[in-house]
Nanobody, 121 residues
Framework: QVQLVESGGGLVQAGGSLRLSCVHS????????MGWYRQAPGKQRELVAG???????HTADSVKGRFTISRDNDKNTVYLQMNSLKSEDTAVYYC???????????????WGQGTQVTVSS
C-alpha cells in the first residue's frame, strides 16, 4: 500500500511563506512524477508544480517565481516552497505521485489527503 502524507499547511498573511512537505511510503518500485495540486472552493483541481523522475520541474504560470518544488530522495519527500503568498493561493493542496508497484504492469496515480493553505489579505 502506498501512502502520501502532507504537512506544512496553515494560515499565513499575504506576502508570507510556507513550505509544504509530502512523504511517501509503501512498496513503490519506480516513480515517474511527483507534484503538487491545489483546489480552491468552487474551482477545479489544478497542477501547481511537478517534478519528473529525471528532475525536470514544471511550475504553473500563476505561481512561477514564487513557488519552488524540490525533492529529497533519501527522505522520500517532495517539498513545495511557497513565497510571496497571495490571497488567491488559498486552497487545499494535494500531493500526487505517479508510480509503479513491484509487479504492477502500469503506473498508478496516488494522492495525499490534502493540507489547507489559507492566505489572509
Amino acid at each position: 500500500q502506498v501512502q502520501l502524507v502532507e504537512s506544512g499547511g496553515g494560515l499565513v498573511q499575504a506576502g508570507g511563506s510556507l513550505r509544504l512537505s509530502c512523504v511517501h511510503s509503501g512498496s513503490i518500485f519506480s516513480i515517474n512524477f511527483m507534484g503538487w495540486y491545489r483546489q480552491a472552493p468552487g474551482k477545479q483541481r489544478e497542477l501547481v508544480a511537478g517534478i519528473s523522475n529525471g528532475g525536470t520541474t514544471h511550475t504553473a504560470d500563476s505561481v512561477k517565481g514564487r513557488f519552488t518544488i524540490s525533492r529529497d530522495n533519501d527522505k522520500n519527500t517532495v517539498y513545495l516552497q511557497m513565497n510571496s503568498l497571495k490571497s488567491e493561493d488559498t486552497a487545499v493542496y494535494y500531493c500526487a505521485l505517479d508510480g509503479r508497484r513491484l509487479g504492477a504492469p502500469m503506473p498508478t496515480r496516488y494522492w495525499g489527503q490534502g493540507t489547507q493553505v489559507t492566505v489572509s489579505s
